[in-house]
């Protein structure tokens, strides 16, 4: 393609967008003499759902589509994936993505998006396909008062090679499944970040992104993370001298990162809910390996490996903090490896249930898991060794809170301390057996236990 034919393209694609913005692009040329349409609700909780369309063209190949349906009952897209959604009123247009505009006789696409609703959420009764009315299968909403909240899980098609897959979310389990789940960027454009003011600026806003760090970065402070992010560490990645905070945001996950030498926290989570923290590796920081605080909700801590550290893990602010955390500090810690660490394995406050399973507790020289304030917390199916003081209740000024230890696994450590009910786990997930779990994590935790 020559320089003059090039800008022709770039030019026609930039009126295109403009076009669509002001609402001017009527449905690609390309024209279907059928199709059909299932539509599937995948997931719902108390204002939300998940759901996947599986379009099928019965007509003429197409080389770009739009779908549209009208919701019924005033719900909306919030968030989707594999097309380019657009909603006025209960009316929403899907447009294809680049990679899935081709669509043969006879081949089926699947697309997806979260939503919310109020009061009820029936089905779409008909879909049209640039324009043709299609046919199919739908299948009803489920009960709006589940008894758990799964996590929505997109089923995308395959993306172009040139942009890499979006991370697999499917080994989430505990707190984050809850509150409507946790997605981080979904299947949004991927960006690389070498430096730490390429991270700042991919992860501001609220916009969704998936964001992958290269080699190491080198920085100081806190860098700012904001909602609906995905923050994946490609091979050997690392971020060294500072932190990540994620404040006032929700919906973000920090995968398969190596933290080192922070000069505050390494990961911060503070008025922040729907958080995932897996498979990274922390050692020799300041303060805080992973602290979450200031009525965070909703999160799990799992597959990382905290070593060589005194303060691994605080949940909970402050003992006066009572008023703004009571009823939120929900946290999952599942399959965490902590050698050489002092305390904060977690240290709790207020949040109840707060549930630990499946963690392997190594040389631990002050205390593994504090429950104060008026906590609850599970302590389940965790392997210590060499931990004089595995559990207890209370920790320096604060007071006690309360603490069911069960199927836990102690060699060279002390029998610990509980007392007290906690709240029951309201989420599913599968516990290992306790004498296994050293060979499970030291398998699996940390930063390149896992292929992303």
Request: aromatic share 8%.
């Amino acid at each position: 393609m020559t320089l003059r034919q090039r800008r022709l393209a770039i030019l026609g694609s930039a009126v295109g967008v403009l076009c669509l913005a002001a609402g001017l692009v009527t449905a690609p040329a390309s024209a279907a003499a059928g199709c059909q349409v299932t539509y599937s609700v995948t997931s719902q909780w108390n204002d939300g759902f998940g759901a996947n369309i599986a379009i099928t063209n019965l007509g003429d190949p197409l080389t770009g589509w739009q779908l549209k349906w009208s919701f019924p009952a005033g719900q909306a897209v919030t968030q989707g994936w594999n097309a380019t959604f657009s909603q006025s009123s209960g009316a929403v247009t899907a447009a294809n993505a680049p990679y899935n505009g081709d669509l043969a006789t006879g081949a089926t696409t699947t697309i997806g998006f979260n939503g919310s609703w109020s009061g009820s959420n029936p089905a779409p009764t008909s879909f049209t396909l640039n324009g043709v009315a299609c046919t199919g299968s739908v299948t009803g909403s489920p009960s709006p008062s589940p008894t758990s909240t799964p996590t929505p899980t997109p089923t995308p098609t395959p993306t172009p090679t040139t942009s890499p897959p979006p991370p697999d979310t499917t080994g989430l389990v505990g707190w984050a499944t809850q509150g409507g789940g946790t997605t981080g960027g979904g299947n949004a454009a991927t960006t690389t970040v070498t430096n730490s003011s390429a991270l700042t600026s991919a992860a501001s806003g609220t916009g969704a992104a998936v964001i992958r760090v290269s080699g190491t970065i080198s920085c100081s402070g806190m860098l700012r993370i904001g909602s609906n992010k995905t923050i994946i560490g490609n091979s050997g990645a690392a971020i060294v001298g500072c932190g990540l905070n994620v404040s006032g945001a929700s919906n973000v996950i920090i995968r398969n990162l190596t933290f080192r030498n922070w000069d505050d926290d390494a990961i911060n989570v503070q008025y922040s809910t729907r958080v995932w923290i897996d498979h990274n590796t922390l050692s020799n920081g300041y303060d805080g390996a992973i602290d979450i605080k200031r009525a965070s909700d909703y999160v799990t801590v799992s597959w990382n490996h905290l070593y060589d550290h005194d303060k691994a893990m605080l949940l909970g602010h402050s003992d006066d903090n009572g008023s703004e955390d009571s009823g939120h500090l929900r946290v999952t810690y599942h399959h965490n490896r902590l050698d050489g660490i002092t305390q904060r394995g977690p240290r709790v406050r207020f949040g109840n249930p707060v549930h630990v399973y499946n963690n392997y507790y190594l040389d631990v020289s002050g205390y593994g898991v504090a429950s104060t304030e008026g906590a609850g917390v599970l302590v389940e199916g965790n392997y210590f060794e060499n931990v004089d003081d595995p559990y207890h209740l209370g920790e320096a000024s604060s007071g006690p809170g309360t603490l069911v230890a069960r199927n836990n696994y102690l060699t060279g450590s002390g029998s610990g301390q509980q007392g007290g009910s906690v709240a029951s786990i309201p989420y599913s997930y599968s516990l290992d057996g306790a004498s296994s779990v050293k060979s499970i994590v030291i398998s699996g935790a940390g930063a390149g236990k896992i292929s992303l």
